[in-house]
């Protein structure tokens, strides 16, 4: 059987700036799609070691195939539905796939159109993830959004329309002027769209977004972090009764709808990602591109590797990882499978640790998993931490 691989999009290309995005992403001019589609085409044609592993077509069976692919942003619904298409048409004529791979697009409300969905569905993208944020159009404002609570609602029916039935909704608590009534509200709403899979944000203030400076911050009106806390809470209760499933910190599904692109990230799977600040992980190494659209085009033209930066995980680093990311996940982390890959069992390593976080409440050990309890979701760095090497 092959190895199963992730690989990820990135297009960067946005309507207007958020303020409190730090992704590689932004506003520039339509002259530069072309190009930068041009350059994602040369960066996997650039990267012979992959193209080797996945590059099975005619040379028999494959040791990797890509199972599942991810297209985010920025905003990659922005772009004309061809380019899309075209993009996996080529990574699906150069690379081998798994049967029925997972292929997901991320759209921001307001942006999609038929013939745009027409295109997606021929390319094979069956899931789409739709920035929702919230349903206040004051809110949305506030932050710097380009759309409305109506095209939320318009583009989920528009999917539904055209045959999506896998949907995720990212949902943000903790918005600037965002009350607990508009925290209700998003919970009713998005209820009655009823999306397969809901991912719930609490807002990061990060320094590199306009929020996170100095005049963002100037009159922002912040909830109160122990309100968001609350409203998360309870969330997770209501969704519960609603037939959403938690299976990580922040995000909900129906039965057997988690995002296997994201579940990578959580257990330790490799993935690859192309385009202007994606990053991968892979054979025990992590490297990054360019964030720069611009440069990143630039380089490839020249002839250029996109990369900026790689390193080897040491054996600690890697454990760290492990521990913080399987944590995050609902089911644990599998002690078990911890003990055959690093060749020691975690509860001899970090026993003080293991015992003090039990007596607080925030964590537990069932069997062989190791699993943060409703408490320690909402105290999850404070956990964390104690695994630091
Ligand atoms: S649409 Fe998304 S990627 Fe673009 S600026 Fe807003 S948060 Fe960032």
């Excluded at 730090?22 to 350059?39: C, E, M, R, T």
């Excluded at 002839?303 to 990311?325: C, D, N, Q, W």
Aim: hydrophobic share 35%.
């Amino acid at each position: 059987m092959s190895n199963r691989l992730g690989l990820y999009i990135h297009v960067p290309f946005c309507l207007s700036k958020c303020s409190y995005c730090h992704f590689a992403s932004g506003v520039f001019p339509g002259s530069l799609i072309k190009p930068y589609f041009g350059a994602l085409r040369r960066e996997v044609e650039g990267l012979p070691e992959l193209s080797q592993k996945l590059n099975a077509k005619g040379t028999g069976a494959a040791d990797w195939v890509i199972d599942t692919i991810f297209v985010g942003g920025g905003t990659p619904s922005l772009v004309d539905g061809r380019e899309i298409g075209q993009a996996l048409g080529w990574i699906r004529s150069t690379f081998s796939l798994a049967h029925v791979p997972e292929i997901t697009l991320e759209v921001n409300p307001g942006t999609l159109t038929d013939d745009k969905l027409d295109c997606y569905r021929e390319a094979g993208v069956n899931r789409i993830s739709l920035g929702v944020q919230t349903f206040q159009d004051r809110l949305l404002k506030k932050v710097g959004r380009s759309h409305s609570a109506a095209d939320s609602i318009s583009t989920v029916e528009m999917c539904r329309r055209k045959g999506i039935d896998n949907l995720n909704v990212d949902l943000i608590a903790g918005l600037p002027g965002q009350t607990e009534d508009d925290w209700q509200e998003n919970l009713v709403r998005v209820a009655a769209l009823s999306p397969e899979h809901l991912s719930l944000y609490l807002l990061e203030i990060h320094e590199d977004a306009h929020l996170g400076k100095r005049e963002g911050l100037a009159g922002a009106s912040l909830p109160d972090e122990d309100q968001v806390a609350a409203w998360y809470q309870e969330s997770v209760d209501w969704l519960g009764s609603a037939g959403w499933e938690q299976y990580e910190i922040s995000n909900f599904c129906k039965p057997g709808r988690q995002s296997r692109h994201n579940l990578k990230y959580w257990t330790d799977q490799p993935f690859v990602g192309l385009g202007c600040g994606a990053h991968s992980y892979w054979a025990g190494e992590r490297w990054g591109n360019e964030r720069d659209p611009v440069r990143y085009v630039k380089l490839l033209e020249g002839g250029e590797p996109a990369t900026t930066f790689r390193s080897k995980i040491s054996p600690g680093k890697h454990l760290e990882e492990v521990i913080f990311l399987g944590l995050r996940l609902n089911a644990g982390l599998d002690l078990w499978r911890c003990r055959r890959q690093f060749g020691f069992d975690l509860r001899d390593r970090f026993g003080r640790e293991l015992s003090q976080l039990v007596q607080e409440g925030l964590i537990e050990i069932q069997g062989d998993r190791l699993k943060l309890t409703a408490r320690g979701r909402l105290f999850s760095n404070e956990v964390f931490v104690q695994f630091m090497q």
